[in-house]
């Protein structure tokens, strides 16, 4: 959802009058709050130009920019990140131009631009590469198979996630390296490659497990849970236990909510567990699943 640890690698040091801001929208978003982060970020990167640092006002305008992408402002989070690029040119630093277009591809690839996500994110990956980024090469790699899943190339999108993967573990990023697990699952399970879709749902499984509560980690939970129902659904072999496995994942999702900001969170995955109910023809407990995701949200 948000943008990788790459970004604090490349942020400079020192108070600042955008800083407080800057830590304010990082604590906000870590808690779910994303519009409170929003506000936050983009105050930061009037406090930064307003004293013409250009590090700061970048990295405020990037997080800004994937934030308001997650709450679905594409124009918004195109403007910022177009002014990231100009303000990355001038700098002289590739690490922020590569950072932009990347971030660049994500909000294309959810506006449905594929030809222009497909430029966005393979430049940016010949530069990460070229810089010997491990981290964004990893991202990227897992950015560039969605948009090859959405054009149809599968197998090719399965090879950007497994190496996704691979990349993240080496630098030991788990939160990346669980998202390309399960992308890379729902790619081999629409290549009928049932047993490694299946295995990898299983790892992403087991990381999860022992991981500290967070707002990240309920996400995770709702997008494994999802992985099973679709392996459920196209392979009646591993129908009953990928849909039990599901409907436990959504359930400990659900209940992973500690604070107020964690509500939408907690709706998405009550309502998901009454999808999967409805497809078990558990009718009743649909209804009341149903119930609570339009109390929580």
Known sequence: MLLCSALYALASAGQLPGDALLERGRSAARQGALEEALVAWKEAAQEYAQIDHRQGQIQALLHAAAVARTLGHLNQSFLHLELVLQLAHRTGEQQWVTLALSELGKTALVNRQFEQATEYVTGALAMAQTQRHTVLTASLHNELGLVRVLQGQLQDALASFHESAALAEAAGFSALRIRALINGA??????????????????????????????????????????????????????????????????????????????????????????????????????????RAIFAA
């Open 186 to 291: 729902g790619a081999a399970i629409r290549l009928r490659q049932f047993d490694e879709g299946e295995a990898a749902l299983n790892a992403t499984d087991a990381l999860l497990s022992g991981s500290p509560v967070s707002y990240e980690k309920a996400e995770a939970l709702i997008n494994l849970a999802l992985g099973y129902r679709h392996l459920a659904l196209s392979h009646p072999t591993a129908r009953d236990r990928a849909l039990s496995r599901s409907a436990t994942l959504l359930q400990q999702a659900a209940n992973l909510t500690p604070l107020p900001e964690f509500d939408r969170i907690a709706s998405y995955a009550y309502g998901y567990l009454g999808q999967l109910y409805e497809t078990d023809h558990r009718l009743e407990e649909a209804l009341i699943l149903t119930r």
